[in-house]
């Protein structure tokens, strides 16, 4: 089985724009989920989806979005980027076949905002 | 709120020591506590979970153990080897659904 893919590897923003992540979950995995890791806060929960809906979510602003498509695909997005936005982007999948709270990362999206 | 707390921040050893990382927890509802291996520029990986039910579990030179009344959880790596040089992270999940709190991080530096 392929792993949990994530495009794009590389971002570089400026303040004010909008951006766009993809994460491919493991083929069988309903569950994505989304941290932020940054040197300073470690990885802090954004957001999960389970079968296109968001079943839970964290302290971040509204700026912070998400869907999950009905291929267990999903995106997130950020608009109006702020400096303190560059961070390190995991996506995690999950498999509720099996032991669902087994989360499965990606390689991550590094996202630069300058 | 939900809060896990990991200590040491860094932790260095000589090859062939011991490695011991502690976390706790403050969600009494939390019931999963996975620990994760992140070497540099690289995903994290899953490395060895417990579940509430259990105190203790092990899977060759790593163990980690669960103590459900003070509400902390530690890793334990033996027979440490230049490999084991990595960012470890504690997490547990809390509140519904799959929602992982994760620690600080330990970095820990195996040394020749």
């Known amino acids: 089985k392929a792993g949990v893919t994530q495009t794009p590897r590389y971002l570089i923003k400026t303040r004010g724009q909008q951006v766009t992540l993809s994460c491919s979950p493991i083929?069988?995995?309903?569950?994505v989920s989304w941290y932020q890791q940054t040197p300073g806060q470690g990885l802090q929960f954004l957001f999960e989806?389970?079968?296109?809906?968001?079943?839970n979510k964290g302290n971040f602003p509204g700026r912070f979005s998400g869907r999950q498509f009905s291929n267990s695909r999903s995106e997130m997005n950020v608009s109006t980027l702020e400096l303190g936005d560059s961070a390190l982007y995991l996506c995690?999948?999950?498999?509720?076949?099996?032991?669902?709270?087994?989360?499965?990362f990606g390689s991550g999206t590094q996202l630069s905002v300058l | 709120g939900e809060n896990v707390e990991q200590h040491p921040s860094t932790l260095s050893v000589q090859e062939g020591d011991s490695a011991v990382i502690k976390c706790t927890y403050s969600?009494?509802?939390?019931?999963?506590f996975p620990w994760y291996k992140q070497e540099l520029g690289k995903r994290p990986q899953l490395i060895i979970d417990?579940?509430?039910?259990?105190g203790e579990k092990k899977d060759q030179r790593i163990a980690v153990t669960l103590n459900k009344t003070a509400k902390h959880f530690s890793l334990h790596i033996t027979e440490t080897q230049p490999e084991d040089s990595a960012v470890y992270f504690c997490?547990?999940?809390?509140?519904?659904?799959?929602?992982?709190?994760f620690g600080t991080g330990t970095q820990l530096k195996v040394e020749l």
């Open positions: 997490a547990a999940i809390t509140g519904g659904g799959n929602k992982l709190t």
């Open positions: 417990i579940r509430s039910n259990v």
């Open positions: 969600d009494s509802a939390s019931n999963y």
């Open positions: 995690a999948s999950s498999d509720p076949q099996g032991s669902n709270e087994k989360l499965f």
């Open positions: 083929s069988g995995h309903r569950s």
């Open positions: 989806y389970f079968s296109e809906t968001q079943r």
